[in-house]
C-alpha cells in the first residue's frame, strides 16, 4: 500500500500488527469497539503509545493485546493481573494496560482481581463482560444474569451473578467504572482517566457476544444486542434511587469510584530509598 | 469521504445501525467472502462525528474529514 | 576476598539471590520455605530490590515472570503444595523461554503431608509436572554451603538458557545450620540484550546454542509474548504441525544438546568400587558416611553425587554402571531417580533402592548393611 492509502483508513489501523489482520474475533463482537475507544481514551490522555504494555490471560477478550503494536503478555487463564503485578513493579515507568473478560477476571481470575484492587496497583485494567465464555463454546460465567441461557445452563443459569464494577470498588480501587459498546464516547473518556490514574483502574464494559450469548438468549444479531443495551442501561445518578425491583435487567453505566490513594508500586520504591538511599533497579539483569 | 475496508468488514451492521443521520445502507448483494457490506448511500447527510469508525468493531470504517483549504 | 557465616540453609539461599543479581522476589508464605521469603523481604529494600508477598502461589510465579520480562533476574520460593499450584505457569515459562529461579524446599506428601519434615518427592514432579514436552533443569543441594553456590548457579544457568530452574532443596537443607564461605568475586551471567533495534528483531529466532537474545519490554521491540504456540515473531501459529514441532524440539534440544554442560556430578572412589551409591540433595550427607564406614571395613564402595538431577548426567550414569557390579540409588522418596539410574544402567549393574519416607534422613547403616547383603 502506498502511504496515500495507507492513511486513508480507520483510526485504529495504525495502531496494530496489520499482518495479523483480519482479527478472529466474530462479526459484531464487542472487542473491537472497545479497542477502538481505548486508541481514542489513550490519545485524549496523550499518552506515549510506545510506553504501552498490555497483559492478558485467555479468552477471547485477552486476545487483542497480541494485535496491537505493542509489547504484550498474553498470559495463562485468570493470571493476566499477576503477570501484570511484576511487570508495573519491575518496571513502573511502563503504563501497563491489562485486557481481560468476565470469564478470566471474575471466575479463575477472581482472587487475582480483588487483592490488585487492594494494592491499588498502577495498572488500567479493562474488563470485557459479555457475560459468557464465548472461545470455548457460550457457556455460563459468573456475570450470567440469573436465569439467562448458555451450554451449561440450558435450564437457565440458576445462580446469582457478581456486580464486577460494585466488586472492585469495594476491594479498594482508585478508578472505578461501567459503560458498554453502545456507549464508546463515554467509555473512551473513562479510559482516558483510568489511564490517568495514579491508582488501579478497572474499566467494566458490557459487551455482546452475538455468537453465543445473543444466539442462545433471543438477541440473535449484533443490532439486536446493542438494542437491548440501549434500552437496559441506567445512570449511576438515577440508578442510586431506585430500589432493587426497578433495577432488575438494568444494566447500571457510570463511574463507581473515582479517589487517590496510595499508589503500590510508588510505596515499594519508596521503601528502597528509605532503607538504601535509591529507587528500584531497572532492568538490572543487564547489568548485575 | 467515507470508505470500507472490504478486507476487514464482516458484515455486522453496526455503522448502520449506530449513524445518527441513516448515511449507511445495506448491499443487496453479497462480497466474494459472503458479506454485505454496508452502502454510504447517503453520504451527502454525513456529519463527520465518526461513531460509525468507533463503533466499527472491525476497523474497516473510514470517514474522511473536509480539508480546510 | 571472603566471609565466613553460620547460617542456615534458607538464610543461604536469600544471600545467594542478592549475590545472584535477583531484585525481585514474589511469594506466599509456606512451611519450610518461609524463612527464604522473609529473608529477601528484609534484603532486597536494602540492595534495590522488590518483595511482594502475593495471594498464592499461583500469582506468585505470575508476578516473577512479569518481573522477568521487565528486564529483572526474579525468584519465588516454596515448598510441595505451592510447587504442585505453580506447575501451569512454570509450563508457561517454558514455552516463553522466560529465566527464572524456583526454589521447592521439599516436604512429606501427597498434599499437605508433613510440612515440617524433609522428603524428595518432588523429583518426578520437576520433570514432568506441567503439561506437555519440556526439558527441566533442577539443582539439589546438599548442604548450607551448595544451597548458596546452588542459587547463584541457577540464576546463572536461567539467564544462559533462557529457562526457568528449580532450586530442589529439602526441609533438612533449608533449617540446617552450618558454616559458609562466601566470596567477594561471584561470577554471574548477565541477561544479553539484542544487538539489532526495532520491530524486524525476532524474539524467538535461536542462534547457536538454541536460544535468542532476550530484550525487556519497554525497549522498543514490540514483543509479542504468548503461552500459544508460536512462530519466530511470537505470533500464535496453533494450527501447523510443523511449528510446533520445530519450537518444542528447539525448547526441548537446547537442553538435551547442552546436557554436558548443565549436567554436574561429583563422583568418589568409584574407579574400583564393587557397588556405587547414588544420590542428591541431603541423602548424599548418609551416602558419604556410608561409603567411609564401608571402606574402612574394607569393601569397596564409592558414590556419585548427582548435583543437577535434571537433566540427569546420563553419560556419567552410564560410565559408573559399567563398572560397578551393583547401583544403590538412595532417595527420600518410594523410588523416583531409580527409575532414571535403571533406564540408563540397563543392564550394565544391577539397580536396587533405598528409599524413605518419613521425614528422616537415610540412616547410613541402614546404607551399609544393605551394601553387605550386596557383596
Known sequence: MDSEINSKENPSLKYLRKDRLPHIFCGGCGNGIILNSFFKGMESAEMDFDNIAMVSGIGCSSRIPGYVKCDSLHTTHGRSLAFATGLKTGNPDLDVVVFTGDGDAAAIGGNHLIHAARRNINLTVICINNNIYGMTGGQISPTSPKGSFGSTAPYGAQDAPFKLAELVTAAGASYVARWTTVNPVQLSNAIKKGLKTDGFSFIEVISQCPTYFGRKNKLRTPVDMIRYFKDSTVVKRKADKMTDEELLGKIIIGEFANNNRGEFTKGICNLSIEECGKPTYKKSAYKL | MIKINPNLCKGCDLCIESCPKQVYTKSKVSNTKGVYLPNPENEDECIKCHLCELMCPDQATYVEDEKND | ?375
Open chain 3, 1 to 375: 576476598m571472603s566471609e565466613e557465616f553460620f547460617i542456615q540453609g534458607n538464610e543461604a539461599c536469600a544471600r545467594g539471590a542478592i549475590k545472584a543479581g535477583c531484585r525481585f522476589f514474589a511469594g506466599y508464605p509456606i512451611t519450610p520455605s518461609t524463612e527464604i521469603a522473609e529473608d529477601l523481604s528484609r534484603l532486597l529494600p536494602k540492595n534495590g530490590g522488590s518483595f511482594i508477598q502475593m495471594e498464592d502461589e499461583i500469582s506468585a510465579i505470575g508476578a516473577i515472570i512479569g518481573a522477568s520480562w521487565s528486564g529483572l533476574k526474579a525468584m519465588t520460593s516454596t515448598s510441595g503444595p505451592g510447587f504442585s499450584l505453580m506447575q501451569e505457569n512454570l509450563g508457561y515459562a517454558q514455552i516463553t523461554e522466560t529465566p527464572l529461579v524456583i526454589v521447592n524446599v521439599q516436604r512429606g506428601g501427597p498434599s499437605t503431608g508433613q510440612p515440617t519434615m524433609a522428603a524428595q518427592g518432588d523429583l518426578m514432579q520437576v520433570r514432568w509436572g506441567s503439561h506437555g514436552d519440556y526439558e527441566p533443569i533442577a539443582l539439589s543441594p546438599s548442604s548450607v554451603q551448595e544451597f548458596f553456590d546452588f542459587t547463584i548457579e541457577a540464576f546463572n544457568l536461567s539467564e544462559k538458557y533462557r529457562v526457568p530452574v528449580v532450586l530442589l532443596a529439602d526441609e533438612v537443607i533449608g533449617h540446617m545450620r552450618e558454616k559458609i564461605v562466601i566470596d567477594d568475586n561471584i561470577e554471574t551471567i548477565k541477561r544479553t540484550a539484542p544487538t539489532e533495534k526495532g520491530e524486524d528483531f525476532l524474539p524467538y529466532k535461536a542462534l547457536e546454542n538454541g536460544v535468542s537474545k532476550m530484550p525487556a519490554f519497554g525497549d522498543g521491540y514490540k514483543l509479542s509474548i504468548t503461552g500459544l504456540t508460536h512462530d519466530e515473531r511470537g505470533y500464535p501459529a496453533t494450527s501447523n504441525p510443523q511449528d510446533h514441532q520445530k519450537l518444542v524440539k528447539r525448547l526441548c534440544n537446547k537442553i538435551l544438546e547442552n546436557r554436558d554442560e548443565i549436567a554436574r556430578v561429583k563422583l568418589e572412589q568409584w574407579e574400583d568400587a564393587d557397588v556405587i551409591l547414588i544420590s542428591y540433595g541431603s541423602s548424599v550427607r548418609s551416602v558419604i558416611e556410608a561409603t567411609f564406614k564401608a571402606r574402612e571395613e574394607g569393601i569397596k564402595v564409592g558414590y556419585m553425587k548427582i548435583d543437577t538431577p535434571w537433566p540427569m548426567p546420563e553419560k556419567e550414569v552410564l560410565e559408573v554402571s559399567k563398572i560397578a557390579n551393583d547401583l544403590i540409588v538412595v532417595e527420600m522418596n518410594l523410588g523416583q531417580m531409580v527409575h532414571e539410574v535403571e533406564r540408563i544402567a540397563k543392564n550394565n549393574a544391577n539397580t536396587h533402592l533405598i528409599g524413605k519416607i518419613g521425614g528422616e534422613l537415610p540412616n547410613p547403616d541402614e546404607i551399609l548393611s544393605k551394601i553387605k547383603e550386596l557383596v
